[in-house]
C-alpha cells in the first residue's frame, strides 16, 4: 500500500522546483514515515539543487525537518507511531569502525538512505530523498535510526508569538 504526499519535486540542476504528488511505500524494514510539521532551508539545499553537490533526480530536498512518526516498518526499533521527532540526515550506523570508536559523525554509512530512491512520481520514475531525508514534503520515509525523539510534551513547531524572521 502506499501514501500519496504532495512534495517540492527538483527535476533537474538548476530548475525551480514544482509541487507534485510522490508515492512513498509503506514503511519497509527498520523504516519509519513521518509526517512533516515544519522545514528548515540550508545552503546546502541550494548546493544540492543547483548541482553544486552531486544529486540524483528527481529529488525531494531539505534535511532539516520535524515531524510526528505515522508509522513504522518491521524492525524500526525504539520509535513508534505518535512520536514527535527530528530527522537526522546523517544518522550513525553504530556499528562501522568509526561508530565503534566513539567518531559517529564519520560513520561510512551515514548518508545510505541518499542512495537510493524513496518514492516514485505518479508516472512510476523514482524519486530521491535529498540527503536521504525529503524535508520538503508533507511526509517521508527515512531510517529509524535517523529520528531523534523530541521531549514528552514538546511541539515540533515554534509557536507564532515567537515572531520568526527572516
Same mark, same amino acid.
Given at each position: 500500500?502506499?501514501?500519496?504526499?504532495?512534495?517540492?519535486?527538483?527535476?533537474?540542476? @538548476?530548475e525551480?522546483?514544482?509541487?507534485?504528488?510522490?508515492?512513498?511505500?509503506?514503511? @519497509?524494514?527498520?523504516?519509519?514515515?513521518?509526517?512533516?510539521?515544519?522545514?528548515?532551508?540550508?545552503?546546502?539545499?541550494?548546493?544540492?539543487?543547483?548541482?553544486?553537490?552531486?544529486?540524483?533526480?528527481?529529488a525531494?530536498?531539505?534535511?532539516?525537518?520535524?515531524?510526528?512518526?505515522?508509522?513504522? @516498518?518491521?524492525?524500526?526499533? @525504539?520509535?513508534e507511531p505518535?512520536?514527535?521527532?527530528?530527522?537526522n540526515?546523517?544518522?550513525p550506523?553504530?556499528?562501522?569502525?568509526?561508530?565503534?570508536?566513539?567518531?559517529p559523525?564519520?560513520?561510512e554509512?551515514?548518508?545510505?538512505?541518499?542512495?537510493?530512491?524513496?518514492?516514485?512520481?505518479?508516472?512510476?520514475?523514482?524519486?530521491?530523498?535529498?540527503l536521504g531525508?525529503?524535508?520538503?514534503?508533507?511526509?517521508?520515509?527515512?531510517?529509524?535510526?535517523?529520528?531523534?525523539?523530541?521531549?514528552?510534551?514538546?511541539?515540533p513547531?515554534?509557536?507564532?508569538?515567537?515572531?520568526?524572521?527572516?
Amino acid at each position: 500500500m502506499t501514501t500519496t504526499v504532495k512534495a517540492a519535486v527538483f527535476t533537474g540542476s @538548476g530548475e525551480a522546483p514544482r509541487i507534485d504528488e510522490v508515492a512513498l511505500p509503506d514503511p @519497509g524494514p527498520g523504516q519509519v514515515r513521518v509526517r512533516l510539521a515544519a522545514a528548515g532551508v540550508c545552503h546546502s539545499d541550494l548546493s544540492l539543487s543547483d548541482g553544486t553537490l552531486p544529486q540524483p533526480m528527481p529529488a525531494v530536498l531539505g534535511h532539516e525537518g520535524v515531524g510526528t512518526v505515522e508509522a513504522t @516498518g518491521p524492525g524500526a526499533e @525504539g520509535v513508534e507511531p505518535g512520536q514527535r521527532a527530528i530527522l537526522n540526515w546523517a544518522p550513525p550506523c553504530r556499528s562501522c569502525w568509526f561508530c565503534e570508536h566513539g567518531e559517529p559523525y564519520l560513520c561510512e554509512y551515514a548518508t545510505e538512505a541518499a542512495r537510493n530512491p524513496y518514492a516514485a512520481l505518479s508516472d512510476g520514475t523514482p524519486v530521491y530523498a535529498g540527503l536521504g531525508t525529503a524535508a520538503f514534503a508533507e511526509a517521508t520515509i527515512v531510517p529509524a535510526k535517523a529520528i531523534v525523539p523530541l521531549p514528552e510534551g514538546s511541539t515540533p513547531v515554534p509557536p507564532r508569538s515567537w515572531g520568526a524572521r527572516c
